[in-house]
Structure formats: C-alpha cells, structure tokens
C-alpha cells in the first residue's frame, strides 16, 4: 500500500501545512522507486505508469532537509563533504540534478558511524559514512544542537536517528517511530511496533 501510504502522506500535508513537513527520502526517487516495487504497484492497480510519474515529479519537489527553530537539522540520512553552510542548501538544483551521485545522494545515503571516534569521512562504494568531527563541525559553523535522521542517539546526543519502518531491512529489530517537537523543542517519540 505504498500508493495510498504516499497519498495520505500528502493529504495530510495538504490539509494540516504547518504541522508536516515531508523530507525526502532515497526511495523518493525514479531509480529506487522502480527497484523496491512502488513502479510495479502503480502499474498493478492502474495499468500504466502515469500515477508512478505523477508521483514521482512530486518526489523531485521535495525538500531534501528542514531546519527548526534554527536548531535541529532534519534530513533523511545524512551529510555531504560538500556542503558546509545549511545555506547552501537552498542553492541546490533539486529538480535537475541527478540522483546517483553528488550532493543530493550523500544526503539521502550517507550514513553516520559512531564506531571509531575520531572517524572524519569514509566512502564506501557511492555512500559517506561521517564520524563526529564532521557533525561537530557541521553543527558548530549552522549553530545546530541536533541532527534527526529507528531511533537512536549517537555523537553525545548531536544525532538521531528515526526510523519510520519497524524491523527495518527484517534485521534490525526495532519499532517505528514517529518524533514530535512541541513549541519549546521539547522532544516526544512515540514508538509503533
């Protein structure tokens, strides 16, 4: 039901516009819709593909971070070595650049990786893992207090990641999340299993 998911997702935009924010995620795109089976499941339930490509220019509209309160960094995964400025954000061709390298991917697949301290940046195949110097640095010069991107803090507190699936991959074991912030940033997670 990724269709009526991704529909009620909007509606709900729609209807309640200052309390949602969508980010995008790395399945919002083209490549990865027609890989994890959103393509197959359009193309099931209306017999061609138009849905999947209305759906998918909604995707490339979608905002690839959101800043609260000029304090928390929200994001679907992580950072870029080329981005230091939240700033620079807003300058990125969304719409046009492409997805498989570069900017918008290190944001939707970079991964942050708590298991060596003084970790910096690592490329594995396409994908960055960032250790806490980078998120000290990048939370230093954006006066950030807190990345979200399961659940789980890392970095003393400076990260934290949401996930919205539970057992997600069917290997980790955790419940879905959802997190609130109310008017004086006071955070709630609210745990789906």
């Known amino acids: ?25 790395e399945r919002e795109t083209r490549e990865q819709s027609i890989i994890y089976g959103f393509y197959d499941e359009c193309q099931f339930k209306y017999k061609n593909s138009e849905v999947w490509k209305m759906c998918s220019d909604v995707f490339d509209f979608l905002p690839i971070s959101a800043v609260i309160d000029n304090k928390i960094f929200c994001v ?3 950072l870029s070595p080329d981005i230091t400025s939240i700033d620079q954000i807003n ?12 900017v918008i991917y290190d944001f939707l697949c970079s991964s942050p990786c708590d298991l060596v301290d003084d970790f910096y940046w690592f490329r594995i195949s396409r994908n960055y893992l960032f250790g806490k110097d980078a998120v000290a640095k990048f939370n230093k010069q954006n ?5 979200v991107e399961g659940f789980k803090y ?6 934290l ?3 919205s699936a539970p057992n997600y991959k069917y290997h980790y074991k955790n419940n879905a999340s ?5 008017e004086n940033l006071f955070k709630k997670i609210n745990e789906i299993e």
């Not at 039901?1 to 995620?25: D, H, M, Q």
């Not at 959802?178 to 109310?182: A, M, R």
């Open 1 to 25: 039901c990724s269709l009526e998911t991704f529909l009620l997702i909007i509606a709900l935009k729609v209807r309640y516009p200052n309390r949602i924010t969508l980010l995008r995620g």
């Open 76 to 78: 679907h995964r992580g």
């Open 91 to 102: 300058l990125i061709d969304r719409k046009n650049m492409t997805i498989k390298s570069g």
């Open 143 to 147: 006066k950030i207090d807190l990345i």
């Open 154 to 159: 890392i970095f003393n507190d400076q990260v």
């Open 161 to 163: 990641s949401i996930f």
């Open 178 to 182: 959802i997190l609130e912030f109310d």
